[in-house]
T-cell receptor, first 112, second 114 residues
């Protein structure tokens, strides 16, 4: 039982490059979330998905797209990376019958 | 704007002492949830304790307990008999919307000194 997994763990991009961060869960949770954490800040919600096939914007969605193709996986895409997107990205999941979130280990992304 | 305020950016206490981390928040909701998350240097987000706003009894988890004052919108975390492994960033995180989205405070960096 791996819980919430994220790939990659680290990534360095040049400005303008694109990439997709992957998140997978084996807990059969309905809801999935993408957060970013910047130095000196708490986590801020980028996008979330309440169920398979649905996605909604969070607090800081600009510059990102997401895809929830199945219940297990929720990906975050940066189409044209910018230095302002340098951050640590966390994926989280939540079951249907209770409010709490389970977090993945994070991805540290640096955009130069 | 909904806000979560952790007024102590950084704290240090000696091992075995008791420490209290403060948190205040602003919400117009009546039913919501409140969390404290711990983030050690490993970066992993670990749930420390969870409180449901409709419950009057304060939550406890071993050495961790909360003082939840609903009217004052205050949710402090008390760590008793602190241990070196408690060194971490601690985030207060209430759900302040109808859709139960968690809003994180900016965190308190806690150092437990030997």
């Amino acid at each position: 039982n791996a819980g919430v997994t994220q790939t990659p763990k680290f990534q360095v991009l040049k400005t303008g490059q694109s990439m997709t961060l992957q998140c997978a869960q084996d807990m059969n949770h309905n809801s999935m979330y993408w957060y970013r954490q910047d130095p000196g800040m708490g986590l801020r919600l980028i996008y979330y998905s309440a169920s398979e096939g649905t996605t909604d914007k969070g607090e800081v969605p600009n510059g990102y797209n997401v895809s929830r193709l199945n219940k297990r996986e929720f990906s975050l895409r940066l189409e044209s990376a910018a230095p302002s997107q340098t951050s640590v990205y966390f994926c989280a999941t939540s079951p249907a019958n209770t409010v709490r979130e389970y977090f993945g280990p994070g991805t540290r992304l640096t955009v130069t | 704007a909904q806000t979560v305020t952790q007024s102590q950016p950084e704290m240090s206490v000696q091992e075995a002492e008791t420490v209290t981390l403060s948190c205040t928040y602003d919400t117009s909701e009546n039913n919501y949830y409140l969390f404290w998350y711990k983030q050690p240097p490993s970066r992993q987000m670990i749930l420390v304790i969870r409180q449901e706003a409709y419950k009057q009894q304060n939550a406890t988890e071993n050495r961790f307990s909360v003082n939840f004052q609903k009217a004052a919108k205050s949710f402090s975390l008390k760590i008793s008999d602190s241990q070196l492994g408690d060194t971490a960033m601690y985030f207060c995180a209430p759900t302040m919307n109808r859709d139960d989205k968690i809003i994180f405070g900016k965190g308190t960096r806690l150092h437990i000194l030997p």
